[in-house]
Each structure stands twice: as C-alpha cells, then as structure tokens.
C-alpha cells in the first residue's frame, strides 16, 4: 500500500513562503513522477506542478510559475513544494500525488494521493 504525507502547511502573510514536504514510502519511488495540485473551497482541485522521477523534467501551473519550485530527494522519498511570493489566492488545501506517467498535469492520472495540508495566505 502506498502512502503519501504532506506536511509543512500553515498560515503566512501574504509575500511569504512556505516549504511543502510529501513523504512516501517503498524503494521504488524514484520510478514515478510526482505532482502537487490544490483545492480551494467552492472551486474544482487544480495542478500546480510536477516533476519527473529522475527530477530532470518539470512542469507548472501558469498561476505559480517563477514563484513555486518542486524538488525530490530519491534517497529520502520525498517530494518538495517551494512557495516563494504567497498570494492570498494560492490559500487552498495542497495535495501530492503519484503517477505512473513520466510527467503528468491532469488528476486524473494520477493513482495515489495523500490527504492533503492546509495553506492559507493572508493579505
């Protein structure tokens, strides 16, 4: 059984950062790309960004390029969500997710997810 843990969400002042953190488990996590996405209350979950397994490939969300960076560790299982600039909109519950495709943008094809961790963004 997969398991995917976010942490590192919280309340910050608009212009600010936060470092999200999703860890795994199992010796096969270099093999598949992981990707971020958010839900904001009323609206419809949306990407935010992936990375490749081998971290080379990356792809984001028009909204939070130049200011959102995905990272991985493949010796620590872990897949990284740099904030940098935090707008009011970017407040949304923030999920990671696991995909069997070399890079993926749409939820759909994605098979796991964690439960996700809350970012809100003051202004």
């Known amino acids: 059984q997969v398991q995917l843990v976010e942490s590192g969400g919280g309340l910050v002042q608009a212009g600010g950062s936060l470092r999200l953190s999703c860890a795994t488990s199992g010796r096969t996590f270099r093999y598949y790309a992981m990707g971020w996405f958010r839900q904001a209350p009323g609206k419809e979950r949306e990407f935010v960004a992936a990375?490749?397994?081998?971290?080379?490939?990356?792809d984001y969300a028009d909204s939070v390029k130049g200011r959102f960076t995905i990272s991985r560790d493949n010796a620590k299982n872990t897949v990284y969500l740099q904030m940098n600039s935090l707008k009011p909109e970017d407040t949304a519950v923030y999920y990671c997710?696991?995909?069997?495709?070399?890079?993926?943008?749409?939820?759909?094809?994605?098979?796991?997810w964690g439960q996700g961790t809350q970012v809100t963004v003051s202004s």
């Open positions: 990375i490749s397994g081998s971290g080379a490939s990356s």
């Open positions: 997710a696991r995909t069997s495709l070399a890079i993926a943008t749409i939820g759909a094809e994605y098979d796991y």
